[in-house]
């Protein structure tokens, strides 16, 4: 039995979604299927998920939602009645707008466009329709409830029919509607995949792969024929977004493989990614990926070395604000910290306070200018020069290095560089290791 999702792109248009039919009912393996919502049709299209997200907050300023969930409702209906189904979706948009008027939540609103995705690809496939919220399971804290979510998606082992299942979201035990982050679909795709052991998790989307760079830095990058779970978790963390960095967890134990497939391009062979990969197939470096707009917090205190507690102490403050940092370099009297993304001007200045209080440092500085790029690649283990490789080509590039970071995994190494030099720096990387 094969899980197989579909992103928001195939099943944006009439045509794609034929397409995902055809993909379907080629192999009879695919008895699982998870949809997303329909993305956009055309580059300055809006995202049915976006669209939702906006008649949340129209319902927040006018008491109803108005055009935002209008436009869903046409959207789905001009696709229903393009693949000839006999579905009201005015009746089901009539529901959500009841539900939403009385006080349901941005989540379950942000859900529904998941939800009638599987309504009509269910009909189309005639396959059976099993709501998410029936099978994904959240605890009263919001956490996911693995146990008993593998309960009751195992069950789906026993279908003597096909199945789709909206992606995105789960129910809470107040029976209310909990989504994951953006891009959620892959992981529930994961979590069924993993519930049913799956052969294979198949993630059907709208590129040929997995590139060994983002394609909008790079000119037609290399696609990688086959990368690890954790590669793949390090370059998806680092932005690479053709797969959500949460779909590992759920199938890491049992070790399913995951293909990444084109649904516009299906006999392109895409990319496999597997729990370990074969040392023979292993480039010292996979992948590049990056992120602009980070955060470094930068403490200098004389003799910070011998105080002790003192780096204790800089990151109970963080956790009391609930913000998590990716690295922290030191000096003997100097410590960085890097926070993901841009704090909000509050949070950033609540921190500095709080560092203050708590350490009373010589000096603190914030700057929100750095861009971290992740080089990574399980080769790089135990093999010289990889470092000396990636400075020289930043060096040929006239590019400052403002951090560096290797774990003792050795398979991922971290610069981080202005935000300005981020192009060029990914390019020169790139040209230096593919
Ligand atoms: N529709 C949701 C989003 O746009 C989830 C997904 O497509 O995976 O983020």
Known sequence: MKVCKFGGTSMATAESVLAVKKIIESDSARKLVVVSAPGKRF????????????????????GVPGAALEEVCIRFEVLAAALNLDIDIREYIEEIETNLIESKTPDYIASRGEYLSAVVMAALLNYKFIDAGDIIKFRYDGSFDAELTRDLVSQLKNLDTGAVIPGFYGRMPDKSIKTFTRG??????????????????????????FMACDPNIVDNPKLIETISYQELRELSYMGANVLHPDSIFPIYSVGIPIVIKNTFNPMAQGTKILKNVEEFLRPVVTGIAGKKNNTVLTLTKSMMNSELGFGRKVLSVLERNG????HIPTGIDAMSIVIAGVLQDELANKLIQDIKGAVNPDTLDISTSLALIAIVGHGMANRKGTAAKICNA???????????????????VIVGVEDSDYIKAINALYKAFF
């Open 323 to 326: 913000v998590s940092f990716e």
């Open 394 to 412: 930043l060096f040929s590039a006239d590019i400052n290095i403002r951090m560096i970071d290797q774990g003792s995994s050795e398979m991922n």
């Open 184 to 209: 959620g679909s892959d992981v529930t795709g994961a979590i069924i995949a993993g519930g049913v052991d799956s052969s294979l998790y198949e993630n059907w989307t709208d590129v040929n792969g």
């Open 43 to 62: 580059k300055t299209d809006d995202k049915i998920t976006d669209l939702l997200y906006a008649a949340y907050e129209e319902k927040l300023k006018y």
